[in-house]
């Protein structure tokens, strides 16, 4: 199947013959097929979760290669499930990259733990597994490592500490569908991980979230807490509250977008990579540019392109006065008063990759229908202004 490429019109790359249009951060697949599976789910009445979110965990699932799939409202309340399949709570630490989005760390103090700040490498933006190694203490639970912006993480290394200390593996894997480390799919590598649908994700619900796991009674536990604490009484053909839960249901409306999508995922997937590479070509001999390395053995997802820019700030600025949409990669949590210890958070060891990364990381428009002239285009304005 071949991806549609929107006609650009003239003028600068994504503009008209009226002027130039912004070149947005990316764009959601949405296809005339995506919208005739919802319309064809509002026709039918069924609005909330039902045969087709079931349906998506089932492409999830097949698609991961894992024996499990549960679609929840967002990949925040994911973490939160999967903390709480775990058991973990009040008492228990559990660390945390200091690069990574708020959602990380925010699921591990609604759980009530402590969450443990730690520094990643400069090199990948990837938790750094010394550091990591260094924070583990007889309080530590488990580890939520991030796959940031689609790189998969070493888990080689990764094993290797979970066997020497006994803790568990959650993978945020919000960015990652679709990479692979040394041929094994993430969301079929970790104890548990947990996928994002937001739209800045390729494939996306709008708001929403998958998780992915092999063990049976985890993916029990958090079937029933997320419908409010519910199982199959099978013995009376109805259903018995066993818990306390609370209502993570993925609608079906919502559900519909990201079937379709995962449809194409291999073409989406070959045009993001596709697109990548000539990012690389285009940049490739500028001393005021580097980019992250990929880890070892792993295959890119690229949910993001990024690069390292000196004077990141001022670059964005004015590439978003040429109407192009760029943005920093995520955040330093160290940097915020929600993260700081008088709050409950500890820091483990110095930050100064996330300090590097926060402060020099440029996340370039990367999208289906981006054109090799709006590529072109983009690599141009980042030469003049470097």
């Not at 818990?243 to 194409?264: F, P």
Request: charge should be neutral; include cysteine.
């Amino acid at each position: 199947m071949t991806l549609p490429r929107k006609n650009q019109g003239k003028g600068k790359p994504g503009g008209n013959a009226s002027g130039p249009r912004r070149i947005p951060l990316i764009r959601p697949f949405i296809n005339e097929s995506v919208k005739k599976r919802v319309c064809e789910v509002l026709d039918s009445g069924f609005l909330t979760e039902g045969p087709v979110t079931g349906e998506l965990e089932g492409m999830f699932r097949e698609y991961v290669e894992c024996a499990h799939a549960i679609a929840v409202t967002s990949c925040t309340t994911g973490l939160e499930l999967a903390l709480r399949a775990l058991n973990v709570g009040p008492g228990d630490e559990v660390i945390v990259p200091d690069y990574t989005y708020p959602a990380t760390a925010d699921a591990v103090a609604i759980v009530g733990a402590t969450v443990v700040l730690v520094d990643v490498s400069r090199d990948t933006m990837l938790i750094d597994y010394d550091k990591l190694e260094q924070a583990v203490s007889e309080r530590t639970k488990a580890v939520i490592p991030v796959s940031l912006f689609g790189n998969p993480l070493d888990y080689d290394r990764l094993n290797e500490i979970k066997k020497v200390y006994g803790i568990s593996i959650i993978e945020d894997s919000a960015c990652s569908i679709g990479a692979s480390y040394r041929g094994v799919k993430v969301g079929n590598l970790a104890d548990i991980s947990v996928f994002s649908l937001h739209p800045r994700k390729f494939i996306t619900t709008g708001e929403g979230g998958i998780i992915t796991t092999s063990n049976p009674g985890w993916a029990e536990w958090m079937l029933s807490y997320k419908h409010f604490g519910m199982r199959r009484n099978d013995s009376r053909s109805d259903i018995i509250f066993e818990r306390i839960g609370s209502n993570y249901k993925m609608s079906d409306v919502l559900a519909a977008i990201a079937l379709e999508q995962m449809r194409v995922i291999d073409q989406l997937l070959f045009r993001r990579r596709e697109l990548a590479e000539n990012y690389k070509s285009l940049l490739s001999g500028l001393k005021e540019i580097s980019i992250p390395e990929c880890t070892r053995g792993g295959n890119h997802s690229f949910q993001s392109f990024c690069i390292y820019v000196r004077q990141r700030d001022q670059v964005m600025k004015k590439m978003r006065e040429a109407g192009i949409e760029v943005q920093i990669g995520t955040y330093a949590l160290h940097m915020h008063p929600a993260f700081a210890s008088a709050r409950g958070g500890e820091i483990s060891g110095s930050l100064s990759g996330s300090n590097f990364a926060y402060s020099h990381c440029l996340a370039l428009p990367l999208y289906h229908d981006l054109t090799p002239k709006m590529q072109a285009y983009i690599a141009t304005e980042l030469k003049q202004l470097l």
